[in-house]
């Protein structure tokens, strides 16, 4: 597959500069890798991206109107935020306030989302860990076969076409674009999954992560591994013994289980 055409980014030197000295000290693509079309080291203007088989990446995306025009005058000053870890803070707790219509609250929607995410876990990525929001989701998956651009079009596409299916309507599901980086240590990781399954109860939607219906909580659980034989495998990453899993979830698994 012929690497991917992105539209030219908005003009940043800075941007740009860290790019280029990041790419100077990375090892170069080999050959069958950008013919698979990974990208390594580029941008989109606002800031540097890394997409390379066997980085593990932490990306969140969310739904096109989890920040409502109409209630621009909430969010709108949080973008003039200079500190870029301070703004992500204070975006992403936006975000937990639950605005817009929240579709990923349904339950069928949720469910086909978390389907098409593990779908084809261990053939062309290693889901780690996720979480369906109301609003927004996050996801930290190694990537093996297929570069992280693809995964999220892939995921994207055919989820809004389900969604809108499912709820009766047309138009933008989710938002363009999506924020992304990749681990550099293992303590990263560590510290990206809880806070990935940490989210529900962050926002009060559960008392303990575990008890979020659309997370890989519900299979990491330290009591529940040890009463019910949760068999973990492939470093954080999480899958439920027949006992622990329900029916609904074997079902989910089911799809992809095969393929591992």
Request: proline share 6%.
């Amino acid at each position: 597959m012929k690497p991917k055409r992105l539209p030219s980014p908005p003009y940043n030197p800075g941007v740009r500069g860290l790019v280029e000295a990041k790419r100077a000290w990375s090892p170069p693509l080999a050959k069958d890798e950008i013919e698979r079309g990974f990208l390594g080291w580029h941008e989109n203007g606002y800031l540097p991206h890394r997409d390379e088989p066997g980085l593990i990446q932490f990306v969140t995306f969310r739904l096109a109107d989890a920040f409502p025009v109409e209630l621009r005058s909430e969010w709108e000053t949080l973008l003039k935020i200079e500190d870029d870890r301070k703004r992500r803070i204070e975006l992403e707790a936006y975000q937990d306030k639950g605005r817009g219509g929240c579709h990923l609250r349904r339950a069928e929607v949720a469910e086909m989302v978390e389907g098409s995410l593990l779908f084809r876990h261990g053939a062309q990525y290693d889901m780690r860990a996720w979480v369906i929001m109301p609003n927004h989701v996050h996801l930290l998956f190694q990537v093996q076969n297929a570069p992280m651009w693809q995964l999220m079009d892939a995921w994207k596409g055919y989820t809004a076409k389900q969604a809108n299916k499912i709820l009766g309507r047309k138009g933008q599901f989710w938002k363009e674009g999506y924020w992304d980086t990749y681990m550099r240590h293992s303590k990263y990781e560590s510290k990206a999954r809880r806070y990935v399954e940490d989210n529900p109860t962050k926002a009060k939607l559960a008392a303990f992560p575990r008890e979020w219906p659309w997370s890989s909580a519900r299979f990491r659980d330290a009591y529940e591994m040890r009463m019910n034989g949760c068999a973990c495998r492939r470093g954080d990453g999480v899958r439920p013994s027949s006992g622990a899993a329900s029916q609904e979830v074997r079902q989910i698994l089911a799809g992809y289980d095969a393929l591992s």
